[in-house]
């Protein structure tokens, strides 16, 4: 009787090869939801990012609105205008921290009757507002104090873009502003509390590039008079 040969052992597979079809198709199916998890968690992110940013807005718009709508009496005190200036650049550091300052005090005492906290909110706008208009160079601000006639002078000047002409007349309206992510307020609140001290305010090109905007406030007793 004849005999059957044994059929020979199966071949291992040979190493480097390429897997079975199942497990290909598996791997494939997961990097597949890998990247779709990544566009997932990128587009969660911009989104949250797209969020944040609008409720800042509003957060400002409303603080900004109320500022405007809801500013406190005035309440002016004895002061000199050069030394509320220094003070305020004194106490602020985020505002070294984003700009170049120089400042130049009078060289004579600028007696004012100011609200030093309302008169803070003014210069903490105009220096504000310069920053925002230099973007996304580095802002560099001259402050200076003077004395003319019956006034004293405050001038704040950027080297930034500069205001279009046909924006100059409306500046200080409420509401109106040149900046994408701008409220309109903020030179409205100036105005406003220049007013309520019974100043002035203006707003023009900066020779050399930028804008100045120039506050001019009535003088008052020198500091150190009083009733003999």
Known sequence: MAHLAAPPPPSPPERGGSPPAPLSREAGEAQGEAAADAEFDRLLRDAGEIVREEV???????????AFAKLPEVRPEPADLSEVVAEFLRTSPQLSEEAEVTFAAAGEPCPVALDRTLFRRALANLTKNAVEASRPARARLDLAVRRQGGRALLTVADRGPGIPPAAL????????????????????????????????????????????????????????????
Request: charged content about 25%.
């Open 56 to 66: 800042s807005t509003l957060r400002r718009l409303t603080e900004d609105f109320s």
């Open 169 to 228: 007349p409306r500046v200080f309206d409420p509401y109106f502003t040149t900046k994408q992510d701008g409220t309109g307020l903020g030179l409205a609140i100036v105005k406003k509390i220049v007013l309520q001290h019974g100043g002035e305010i203006a707003a023009s090109p900066r020779t050399g590039g930028g804008a100045a905007f120039e506050v001019r406030l009535p003088l008052a007793a020198p500091l150190d008079s009083g009733p003999k």
